[in-house]
C-alpha cells in the first residue's frame, strides 16, 4: 500500500525539468520586462521649473550617472532576452550537461554585477538629490523637481526589483552547475 501512495506522489524528472525550465524563462522574462521599464522611465523623466523668473531644468542626460544606469539597463534587458532564447536551446534534452547552467551562471553574475553597479551609483545621487549635502554645499533638488525625482524613484526600485531577479537566478544556476565533475 505505501508504494502505490509513493508512485502516485513522485513527480517524473522530465516533468520536474520543464517545470524547473519554464520558471527560469519566467524569471528571466520578468528581469528583462522590469529592466526595460526602468529604461523608458529614466529616458523619458525630465522636468523644468521656474524660479524666481529663471527656467531651471532637470533630465537624466545632465547626470553621467543616470546614463550610465540607464545603458546599464539597456544592456541588461537585451541580454535577458538574448539569455532566454539561448536558455530554450541546450535545456531541451533531458540529460543536459551542467556546464550550461554554469556558463548561464557566468552571464547572470556579470549582468547581475552591472545592474549592482548601475543601481548603487543612481541610488548615491538620488539620495544627494533628496536630502542633500550639507558637508559640501550641495542642496537638495527633489523638493523643487519632485516630478523628476519620483519617476527617477520607480526607476531605481524596478532595476532593484531585477538585480534580485538575476541574483535569484545566479544562485540557481549556480546551484546546478555544482554537478560538474572536474577531472
Same mark, same amino acid.
Given at each position: 500500500? /505505501?508504494? *502505490?501512495?509513493?508512485?502516485?506522489?513522485?513527480?517524473?524528472?522530465?516533468?520536474?525539468?520543464?517545470?524547473?525550465?519554464?520558471?527560469?524563462?519566467?524569471?528571466?522574462?520578468?528581469?528583462?520586462?522590469?529592466?526595460? /521599464?526602468?529604461?523608458?522611465?529614466?529616458?523619458?523623466?525630465? #522636468?523644468?521649473?521656474?524660479?524666481?523668473?529663471?527656467?531651471?531644468?532637470?533630465?537624466?542626460?545632465?547626470?553621467?550617472?543616470?546614463?550610465?544606469?540607464?545603458?546599464?539597463?539597456?544592456?541588461?534587458?537585451? !541580454?535577458?532576452?538574448?539569455?532566454?532564447?539561448? /536558455?530554450?536551446?541546450?535545456?531541451? *534534452?533531458?540529460?543536459?550537461?551542467?556546464?550550461?547552467?554554469?556558463?548561464?551562471?557566468?552571464?547572470?553574475?556579470?549582468?547581475?554585477?552591472?545592474?549592482?553597479?548601475?543601481?548603487? /551609483?543612481?541610488?548615491?545621487?538620488?539620495?544627494?538629490?533628496?536630502?542633500?549635502? !550639507?558637508?559640501?554645499?550641495?542642496?537638495?533638488?527633489?523638493?523643487?523637481?519632485?516630478?523628476?525625482? !519620483?519617476?527617477?524613484?520607480?526607476?531605481?526600485?524596478? !532595476?532593484?526589483?531585477?538585480?534580485?531577479?538575476?541574483?535569484?537566478?545566479?544562485?540557481?544556476?549556480?546551484?546546478?552547475?555544482? #554537478?560538474?565533475?572536474?577531472?
Amino acid at each position: 500500500m /505505501a508504494s *502505490k501512495e509513493t508512485a502516485l506522489t513522485e513527480i517524473p524528472p522530465i516533468v520536474k525539468h520543464a517545470h524547473a525550465v519554464e520558471a527560469h524563462i519566467w524569471v528571466r522574462f520578468l528581469a528583462a520586462v522590469s529592466t526595460l /521599464a526602468a529604461s523608458c522611465i529614466i529616458l523619458t523623466a525630465k #522636468q523644468s521649473i521656474n524660479l524666481f523668473g529663471v527656467a531651471f531644468y532637470a533630465k537624466y542626460s545632465y547626470s553621467s550617472v543616470f546614463k550610465f544606469f540607464a545603458i546599464a539597463n539597456l544592456i541588461a534587458c537585451g !541580454s535577458s532576452v538574448v539569455s532566454m532564447f539561448i /536558455a530554450l536551446i541546450p535545456w531541451r *534534452k533531458v540529460p543536459h550537461p551542467p556546464t550550461n547552467y554554469f556558463y548561464m551562471f557566468l552571464h547572470d553574475l556579470v549582468v547581475m554585477a552591472l545592474l549592482m553597479g548601475g543601481c548603487a /551609483a543612481a541610488t548615491a545621487i538620488g539620495y544627494v538629490g533628496r536630502y542633500g549635502n !550639507s558637508h559640501t554645499g550641495w542642496m537638495p533638488i527633489c523638493d523643487h523637481f519632485a516630478k523628476f525625482c !519620483s519617476r527617477v524613484t520607480i526607476s531605481v526600485t524596478l !532595476s532593484y526589483l531585477s538585480f534580485f531577479l538575476y541574483l535569484a537566478l545566479s544562485i540557481v544556476s549556480a546551484n546546478k552547475s555544482r #554537478q560538474i565533475i572536474v577531472e
